[in-house]
Antibody, heavy 120, light 111 residues
Framework: QVQLQESGPGLVKPSGTLSLTCAVS?????????WSWVRQPPGKGLEWIGE???????NYNPSLKSRVTISVDKSKNQFSLKLSSVTAADTAVYYC?????????????WGQGTLVTVSS | DIVMTQTPLSSPVTLGQPASISCRSS???????????LSWLQQRPGQPPRLLIY???NRFSGVPDRFSGSGAGTDFTLKISRVEAEDVGVYYC????????FGGGTKVEIK
């Protein structure tokens, strides 16, 4: 069974860069899937941030594209998120998830999520 | 951007009774490959989302058959035939025809 675990600082200063890593276990990040980041502000809905595949191809939410970088480290079986120039509006629980392409086009495995607060 | 609108915002349901959630997209979700990539997710309190239904009506592995999805084009529905206590949570529709966007969520609670 695939498991995903987010890690990174829980507090980031305004104008700084949010950095998170998602470790994948029970499966290879080099499989034919996409690996995604989704966030959820406290008490609110879900927002897709972007995705990456094992070869490093990426797709980003147009509304966040200028500030987002997603990368993959196949040797460590993990992928990462960087979000720059953060403000209080970026405070959210950040989830990593596996995205099934092909005939499904849906998220099947999710991490437990990690709360990142943007505050001075 | 494709905007996903869910109704109702909240659905109080009696145990054992049915529940229905609607989801409407701002444009057709029919992909150029002919498929419609509309899925439904459940988020129980304090938990990450869980995939229930993909491609309108296909139940994901392990999902009870009391959950069903239907619809086409821009209008979709998730039905729970008989609500159980473990079904309490927020339900989201999600489109993946053009990038990914989620509906605002519908809270299912027990009366």
């Amino acid at each position: 069974q695939v498991q995903l675990q987010e890690s990174g600082p829980g507090l980031v200063k305004p104008s700084g860069t949010l950095s998170l890593t998602c470790a994948v276990s029970g499966g290879s990040i080099s499989s034919n899937n996409w690996w995604s980041w989704v966030r959820q502000p406290p008490g609110k809905g879900l927002e897709w941030i972007g995705e990456i595949n094992h070869s490093g191809s990426t797709n980003y939410n147009p509304s966040l594209k200028s500030r987002v970088t997603i990368s993959v480290d196949k040797s460590k079986n993990q992928f990462s998120l960087k979000l720059s120039s953060v403000t209080a509006a970026d405070t959210a629980v950040y989830y990593c998830a596996r995205y099934l392409g092909g005939q499904q086009q849906a998220f099947d495995y999710w991490g437990q999520g990690t709360l990142v607060t943007v505050s001075s | 951007d494709i905007v996903m609108t869910q109704t109702p915002l909240s659905s109080p349901v009696t145990l054992g009774q049915p529940a229905s959630i609607s989801c409407r997209s701002s444009q057709s979700l029919v992909h150029s490959d002919g498929n419609t990539y509309l899925s439904w997710l459940q988020q129980r309190p304090g938990q990450p989302p869980r995939l229930l239904i993909y491609k309108i009506s296909n139940r994901f592995s392990g999902v009870p058959d009391r959950f069903s999805g239907s619809g086409a084009g821009t209008d979709f529905t998730l039905k729970i035939s008989r609500v159980e206590a473990e079904d309490v949570g927020v339900y989201y529709c999600m489109q993946a025809t053009q990038f990914v966007t989620f509906g605002g969520g519908t809270k299912v609670e027990i009366k």
